[in-house]
């Protein structure tokens, strides 16, 4: 009986331990199963949500620019409209006018720049008779007495042009004289010729008051070929928004020399109504200094035969360098400095003379470096007695010197006024320094210069932003060059129109825009951010939390591996 009973035990004590095995081994494969979702759930959440997340909060925010505007701005032909009145006294209407007074006519010529696109000036003149009060205003004595009268008659607009037509027996015009041009924008033409010379003369009037192909390609000298300029086209001042000016008197010997000069005085007669009737074109600020023991760097030449020290015109250059390191004046400025030097030459160099090219003498005894200033040489007379004592007291002619420095001034912004047919007279400026369309001459070469600076900057700082990803374009960037690319477009279509003062002003609009954008300092915060730098911040975040991730996920389709090699058991 006991022997019957111990097969079922046995058996029963497998089948238990079977069932527990079965049960472990069931519990183990709930545990990897457990363990493989919870490895799955994490790399979700890792890549549905944390890199997208990461991504989101991490990448380099770029507004949206007008790539498109931009590269139109560098295409988009010129075109310079100038309204031009031609006004005929009684008695000087030529009698082969193709139609009846008044009537309008148009003329277009394309300026050579050789340059992409294309200047076109547009000439849209009115032909018409005066009015009563004009004239009133021509039955004067003289010229200059005419320009007054008929000024505030005229069309005051900034680039508009009137050339009043007077018969050729008139008086006003001086014997000899054909043309007169005024300080204003209006001119005095003598009847004679028929239509076809006085078109001739109109042409040469409206290349003297507005603007030239040589004046346009000086505004354009950084586009235009080295072969196709001028070679006083990089002489003139680059357009600015500012600009300063300093008047230096160099003292080298103030032993000798005690040099006095009422410079506060002289700046607010002479320069002051320059500045006045500049003041359209930027914003200028003026000071003065004096520097003792400031000396030339260029040791000058004694010449026996006047017994005077020469500076010879291929030394000059050498004497900007020396004196510039001592005025300290342009390196804290943010605009263009003009330097004007007043030179008293010590007792052992004097007197000092400047001479040109061929060796004479310079009459003012001055020279002026383009795009820098002027230096006057300013000498003391020598004392009557040697036993004179020191130091001599000197009291500088300031009128002279302002004369100089002004003519100086006019040259730096390109204001000299070219030759001239014998039969034409320009009027003085007078205390202003400049006439009326001298200023719109200007405003003309400013307004294209600045477009074309806006372009240029625009393009650089697209080519720059789309070679380099990772710069930030904030939304104020972008809102500084959409708004630069409008100022441009618009200052175009005012030139078109004929509205000079418009256009100047919105090139001007874009000329700040654009220098805003491109030197935003937000542009240069990840600039220098190197990809080394970036791994070194992100791999002790994103490894001790990969690493297991990516353990787990091997270990997965290992698992996987060998359930797919071994053989399926069958019962």
């Known amino acids: 009986m006991a022997g019957l009973g111990v097969g079922p035990a046995l058996s029963l ?20 199963a457990r363990g493989r979702r919870a490895a799955l759930s994490f790399a979700a959440i ?36 100038v309204p031009v009145a031609v006004v005929f006294a009684p008695g000087s209407v030529p009698g082969d006018l193709p139609r009846p007074l008044p009537f309008r006519d148009v003329q277009e010529r394309e300026i ?7 200047i076109t000036s547009r000439y849209e003149t009115v032909y018409r008779r005066t009015t009563a009060q004009e004239e009133a205003a021509l039955d004067v004595a003289t010229a200059r007495e005419a320009d007054a009268a008929l000024h505030p008659l005229q069309d ?63 505004a354009l000298s950084d586009r235009v070929p080295n072969g196709h300029l001028g070679p ?13 000016i300093t008047f230096s008197l160099l003292n080298p010997d103030p032993k000798s020399h005690a040099v006095d000069w009422d410079i506060e005085d002289a700046v607010n007669r002479y320069v002051q109504p320059v500045l006045d009737k500049l003041s359209l074109v930027a914003n200028f600020s003026v000071d003065s200094q004096i520097l003792y023991y400031a000396v030339l760097g260029v040791t ?63 009459s003012t005894n001055a020279f002026h470096s383009p795009r820098w200033g002027g ?15 020191l130091p001599l007291r000197v009291d500088v002619d300031m009128v002279r010197v302002m ?107 874009a000329v700040t825009s654009s220098e805003r954008a491109f030197f935003d300092p937000s542009l240069l915060h990840l600039l220098y951010f190197p990809d080394d730098q970036k791994f070194a911040i992100y791999i002790p975040l994103f490894l001790p939390m990969a690493v297991p991730i990516l353990l787990s996920l091997a270990k997965i389709v290992r698992e996987a591996r060998q359930r797919k090699k071994e053989p399926t058991k069958m019962d």
């Open 403 to 509: 004369e100089v420095f002004l003519a100086q001034l006019r040259l730096l912004f390109g204001l000299s006024r070219e030759e001239l047919p014998p039969e034409f007279l320009l009027e003085s400026p007078g205390n202003e320094g400049l006439a009326d369309w001298e200023l719109d001459r200007l405003l003309w070469a400013h307004t294209v210069e600045n477009i074309a600076t806006v372009s240029t900057t625009l393009t650089s700082l697209a080519q720059l932003l789309d070679k380099i990803g990772n710069i930030v374009i904030k939304d104020d960037v972008a809102s500084e060059v959409y708004q630069a690319v409008a100022s441009a477009q618009s200052a175009m279509a005012e030139l078109a129109a004929g509205h000079l003062h418009l256009a100047f002003q919105a090139s001007k609009e």
């Open 112 to 118: 050579s720049v050789n340059l992409r696109p294309s």
């Open 156 to 218: 005051a607009s900034l680039g508009s042009l009137t050339m009043y037509v007077v018969p050729e027996t008139s008086s006003l015009l001086p014997q000899g004289i054909s043309v007169y041009v005024g300080k204003h924008r209006s001119a005095l033409v003598r009847a004679g010729g028929g239509l076809a010379a006085l078109r001739t003369r109109l042409q040469q009037l409206t290349q003297v008051m507005s603007f030239t192909a040589s004046s346009i390609s000086a």
């Open 300 to 362: 000058p030449r004694f010449d026996k035969e006047s017994s005077s020290f020469l500076l010879s015109a291929h030394s000059l250059p050498h004497v900007i360098n020396p004196v510039e390191a001592r005025l300290g004046s342009s390196a804290a400025s943010l605009y263009p400095v003009l330097n004007f030097l007043l030179y008293v030459p010590e007792r052992s160099h004097s007197p000092l003379y400047i001479q040109d090219k061929d060796g004479a003498p310079v």
């Open 232 to 244: 006083d086209a990089r002489r003139h001042l680059k357009s600015s928004l500012g600009y300063e």
């Open 46 to 81: 890792a890549v549905v949500l944390g890199l997208p997340l990461w991504w989101r909060t991490t990448e380099t925010y770029r507004a949206a620019l007008p790539y498109g505007d931009i590269e139109g701005l560098g295409q988009q032909p010129f075109q310079l409209a």
């Open 13 to 32: 004590g497998r089948e238990v331990k079977m069932a527990a095995a079965a049960a472990a081994i069931a519990a183990d494969e709930a545990e990897r």
């Open 375 to 389: 230096i006057m040489v300013y000498n003391v007379e020598a004392p009557a007695s040697p036993q004179v004592s």
